[in-house]
């Protein structure tokens, strides 16, 4: 959909104000541009994540998507080589896989709601002692030292329980109790997790962005949680950023698909690139492609050092429409050194 740049300046405790950023032709050619300002329609401190109780009972219903299925299509080929692909020169050397495991997956959406959706719309960050993975509908906490799971997988509208309006009951049915396009960021500046994601109701005449900041770098504590309502314009997938002193936001069959990483250093030649690393081999492919398949996946770098990148992507271990999986893993060069050493 197309949409315009807007900007979140969060104020915590103090309120909270949304910017959308427009300018002239003339404008635009030079940089400069006007920002409106739209305060939050409410805001509020929730109690702890952990101990807020699940606002949704598992059902029984189908499985859901967002666009009519389409068969997948037989494979292509072609005889010609991508002029511009990058060909790998060697193995993925001097590369630590630190950790590689499974997060998310469909079942447990069904799980949780009931039945699932695709696609999971994967995203990550990682934080000062956890790593947080939200896709549709789910929010899990894992121990970012041993992968264990310290929280969830819960709806993600249970961060807004107690809340009210939009964000805590959406639509009001449970196909639309969360909107989906949800993003997980980590503050290193200030210690604290910025989660957010959309809701709409049915007729989408009705449309927010729900915004939850922690008040500490647990990522399981309480947060402060702020609603920014935008009526009828559907504000599609807005993209976050940190700042100092705010957040900002701008609005084959032959092949199953795997996750693998290549990498380059510094030294390397001009136009190479080293690998794959292989971080899971799937096993199947998503028979039914919906028009979408790995729409959004998620790499953070680890505060904790600046060297270790963490990734989060889907990837099927058997065929068919859904039961997609996660795959969150952690690695990093062995030449990159610390920060401070």
Same mark, same amino acid.
């Given at each position: ?107 447990? /959406?069904? /799980? ?88 709409? /109701? ?85 028979? /039914? ?53």
């Amino acid at each position: 959909m197309g949409k315009g740049l807007a900007s979140f300046s969060i104020a915590l405790l103090l309120g909270a104000c949304l910017a959308f950023l427009s300018a002239s032709p003339a404008q635009a050619q030079v940089g400069q541009a006007n920002p409106s300002v739209i305060r939050e329609l409410k805001h509020d401190v929730s109690p702890p994540l952990r101990n807020l109780p699940s606002s949704v009972q598992a059902g029984s219903g189908a499985d859901q998507q967002q666009l009519v299925a389409r068969p997948t299509g037989p494979a292509r080929s072609n005889s010609q080589s991508d002029p511009v692909a990058q060909q790998l020169t060697a193995p993925l050397s001097g590369v630590s896989t630190i950790l590689n495991f499974d997060g998310q997956s469909a079942q447990d /959406n069904r /799980n949780v709601l009931g039945f699932a959706f695709v696609p999971p719309d994967t995203n990550g960050a990682v934080g000062a002692t956890q790593f947080v993975q939200i896709v549709n509908v789910t929010i899990a906490v894992y121990d970012k030292s041993s992968g264990a799971l310290q929280f969830g997988p819960r709806a993600i509208h249970t961060l807004w329980t107690g809340f009210g309006g939009l964000c805590e009951f959406g639509g009001g049915t449970p196909t639309f109790a969360d909107g989906g396009d949800p993003v997980v960021l980590y503050d290193h500046l200030a210690g604290r997790w910025l989660v957010t994601q959309l809701q709409y /109701n049915t007729t989408f005449t009705q449309t927010a962005q729900c915004v939850a900041v922690s008040t500490n770098s647990d990522a399981s504590c309480s947060y402060n949680r702020y609603e920014f309502d935008f009526g009828s314009n559907f504000p599609d997938y807005p993209k976050f950023g940190i700042w100092p002193d705010a957040y900002y936001s701008a609005s084959s069959h032959d092949l199953d698909p795997s996750v693998f990483v290549v990498g380059r250093a510094p030294s390397d030649p001009a136009g190479t690139m080293a690998g794959p690393l292989v971080l899971v081999n799937g096993g199947g492919v998503q028979e /039914n492609s919906f028009r979408r398949w790995g729409d959004y996946s998620s790499m953070a770098i680890d505060p904790g050092d600046d060297c270790t990148f963490w990734y989060t992507q889907e990837y099927y271990k058997t065929s068919g429409s859904f039961n997609w999986s996660t795959r969150i893993s952690a690695f990093k060069f062995d030449s990159c050194k610390a920060h401070g050493k």
